[in-house]
């Protein structure tokens, strides 16, 4: 009989495998070109096994970055003592660019690069995007609410977390873009922390200094 460590780490071995050979072939061919069947056939699992695993093809390419819809919401839950939320946020978000995550757009590897590329000329990848963004934001307003205490509204709580997810999105897809555009990675990651710095600004005063009333008279 197998130990239940024996299984776990079988089940991590064909998790890895559908998803390498999925991205094989679709980096090589374009996602709309390679069939579930074939995938299977590379990875020497049967189609049902494969979703099994995964429940569409779309999954099987995003399951690499599906962990890092939590990262901002256990920023926040995890932030030190006298840490506002926002500045928790900024500070992780930060650490990644420093580090060049591939989930802020920020890679010179060329295998990240071309995953870059596969997800910006799918239509389908970039929809199940939305997805995780929504996820991320509904994680983003639990722990906002959890950190603000009993009088948290959530309202305001939903759209803080809405607004925050959106800009850290919109800043990865900038860096992404100008990375697979073949931009030095040196002058991405630059530019990627006075993006960050000024959305963070932004975010901090809220948008109404982008927008004063007009002046009577």
Known sequence: MEQPGLRARKKQET????AEAALAMMVERGFDDVSVAEIAEVAHVSKVTVFNYFPTKEDIVLARIEDHTAGTADAVRDRPSGTSPLDAIQTHFTRLITAKDPITGLSDRPDVIAFGRLILETPALLAKFAEQRTREQDQLAASLRQALGKGADSLTCHLAALQIVSVLWALAERNLRATVSG???????RNAVKDSQTAFVLLARGVGDLMPAPTKG
Do not use: C, G, Q, W
Not at 15 to 18: G, K, R, S
Not at 183 to 189: L, N, S
């Open 15 to 18: 998790h890895e495998a559908i």
């Open 183 to 189: 931009t030095h990675p040196r002058v991405v990651a």
